[in-house]
Nanobody, 125 residues
Protein backbone atom coordinates (compact mmCIF):
# COMPACT_ATOMS: atom_id res chain seq x y z
CA UNK A 1 0.00 0.00 0.00
CA UNK A 2 1.28 3.45 -0.92
CA UNK A 3 0.76 6.25 1.58
CA UNK A 4 0.90 9.80 0.24
CA UNK A 5 1.35 12.95 2.31
CA UNK A 6 1.17 16.40 0.75
CA UNK A 7 2.73 19.56 2.09
CA UNK A 8 3.60 23.06 0.98
CA UNK A 9 0.19 24.67 0.67
CA UNK A 10 -0.62 28.08 2.07
CA UNK A 11 -2.02 31.55 1.54
CA UNK A 12 -0.27 33.63 -1.11
CA UNK A 13 -0.98 36.64 -3.28
CA UNK A 14 -1.66 36.57 -6.99
CA UNK A 15 1.59 36.28 -8.91
CA UNK A 16 3.40 34.44 -6.13
CA UNK A 17 4.83 30.94 -6.26
CA UNK A 18 4.44 27.80 -4.18
CA UNK A 19 5.99 24.36 -4.33
CA UNK A 20 3.88 21.42 -3.23
CA UNK A 21 5.47 18.17 -2.18
CA UNK A 22 3.99 14.68 -2.09
CA UNK A 23 6.01 12.25 -0.01
CA UNK A 24 5.29 8.58 -0.60
CA UNK A 25 5.90 5.72 1.81
CA UNK A 26 5.14 2.04 1.90
CA UNK A 27 6.43 1.37 -1.61
CA UNK A 28 8.87 2.96 -3.99
CA UNK A 29 7.07 5.02 -6.61
CA UNK A 30 9.59 4.82 -9.44
CA UNK A 31 7.21 2.69 -11.54
CA UNK A 32 4.09 4.66 -10.62
CA UNK A 33 2.30 7.37 -12.52
CA UNK A 34 2.02 10.30 -10.12
CA UNK A 35 -0.50 13.10 -10.46
CA UNK A 36 -1.90 16.21 -8.86
CA UNK A 37 -5.60 17.00 -8.78
CA UNK A 38 -7.39 19.95 -7.25
CA UNK A 39 -10.86 20.78 -6.03
CA UNK A 40 -11.88 24.40 -5.69
CA UNK A 41 -14.79 25.66 -3.59
CA UNK A 42 -18.04 24.51 -5.14
CA UNK A 43 -16.23 22.79 -7.98
CA UNK A 44 -15.58 19.22 -9.02
CA UNK A 45 -12.16 17.69 -8.68
CA UNK A 46 -10.02 18.36 -11.75
CA UNK A 47 -6.77 17.05 -13.13
CA UNK A 48 -3.80 19.40 -12.84
CA UNK A 49 -0.68 17.50 -13.86
CA UNK A 50 0.82 14.03 -14.09
CA UNK A 51 4.23 12.48 -14.58
CA UNK A 52 4.73 8.96 -15.86
CA UNK A 53 7.56 6.71 -14.68
CA UNK A 54 9.17 7.49 -18.05
CA UNK A 55 9.30 11.17 -17.10
CA UNK A 56 6.68 12.28 -19.61
CA UNK A 57 4.46 15.02 -18.21
CA UNK A 58 0.89 16.10 -18.84
CA UNK A 59 -0.89 19.29 -17.79
CA UNK A 60 -4.25 20.97 -17.56
CA UNK A 61 -4.29 23.60 -20.29
CA UNK A 62 -4.84 26.48 -17.87
CA UNK A 63 -1.67 25.69 -15.90
CA UNK A 64 0.69 25.01 -18.82
CA UNK A 65 3.69 27.30 -18.65
CA UNK A 66 2.99 28.15 -14.99
CA UNK A 67 3.08 24.78 -13.19
CA UNK A 68 5.78 22.11 -13.39
CA UNK A 69 5.44 18.58 -12.07
CA UNK A 70 8.59 16.65 -11.25
CA UNK A 71 9.63 13.54 -9.41
CA UNK A 72 12.63 12.55 -7.32
CA UNK A 73 12.55 8.77 -7.17
CA UNK A 74 15.52 8.68 -4.78
CA UNK A 75 13.44 10.66 -2.29
CA UNK A 76 10.18 8.92 -3.21
CA UNK A 77 8.67 12.38 -3.66
CA UNK A 78 6.75 14.26 -6.33
CA UNK A 79 6.63 18.04 -6.57
CA UNK A 80 4.36 20.62 -8.13
CA UNK A 81 6.05 23.96 -8.70
CA UNK A 82 3.38 26.60 -9.14
CA UNK A 83 4.35 30.02 -10.48
CA UNK A 84 2.30 33.09 -11.38
CA UNK A 85 -0.52 31.90 -9.19
CA UNK A 86 -4.02 33.23 -9.84
CA UNK A 87 -7.06 33.43 -7.57
CA UNK A 88 -8.71 30.75 -9.70
CA UNK A 89 -5.94 28.34 -8.64
CA UNK A 90 -7.40 28.36 -5.12
CA UNK A 91 -8.23 24.76 -4.23
CA UNK A 92 -7.33 21.74 -2.18
CA UNK A 93 -4.52 20.04 -4.05
CA UNK A 94 -4.25 16.27 -3.75
CA UNK A 95 -1.58 13.85 -4.85
CA UNK A 96 -2.50 10.57 -6.50
CA UNK A 97 -0.60 7.48 -7.59
CA UNK A 98 -1.25 4.44 -9.69
CA UNK A 99 1.00 1.69 -10.93
CA UNK A 100 -1.02 0.44 -13.88
CA UNK A 101 -2.86 3.45 -15.28
CA UNK A 102 -3.13 3.64 -19.05
CA UNK A 103 -2.38 6.85 -20.88
CA UNK A 104 -5.96 7.49 -21.99
CA UNK A 105 -7.07 7.54 -18.33
CA UNK A 106 -4.29 9.69 -16.97
CA UNK A 107 -6.60 12.68 -16.43
CA UNK A 108 -9.33 10.63 -14.76
CA UNK A 109 -9.34 10.72 -10.95
CA UNK A 110 -11.22 7.43 -10.75
CA UNK A 111 -8.26 5.68 -12.38
CA UNK A 112 -5.93 6.33 -9.44
CA UNK A 113 -5.81 3.89 -6.54
CA UNK A 114 -3.83 5.89 -3.98
CA UNK A 115 -4.55 9.38 -2.65
CA UNK A 116 -3.18 11.83 -0.14
CA UNK A 117 -5.27 13.92 2.22
CA UNK A 118 -4.73 17.16 0.33
CA UNK A 119 -3.20 20.55 1.05
CA UNK A 120 -4.98 23.89 0.81
CA UNK A 121 -3.75 26.54 -1.59
CA UNK A 122 -5.39 29.95 -1.34
CA UNK A 123 -4.48 32.74 -3.74
CA UNK A 124 -5.70 36.22 -2.88
CA UNK A 125 -6.18 38.93 -5.47
Amino acid sequence: QVRLVESGGGLVQAGDSLRLSCAASGRTINRYTMAWFRQGPGKEREFVAAVRYSGHTYYLDSVKGRFTISRDNAKNTVYLQMNSLKPEDTAVYSCAADQSIILSNIRQSVAYDHWGQGTQVTVSS
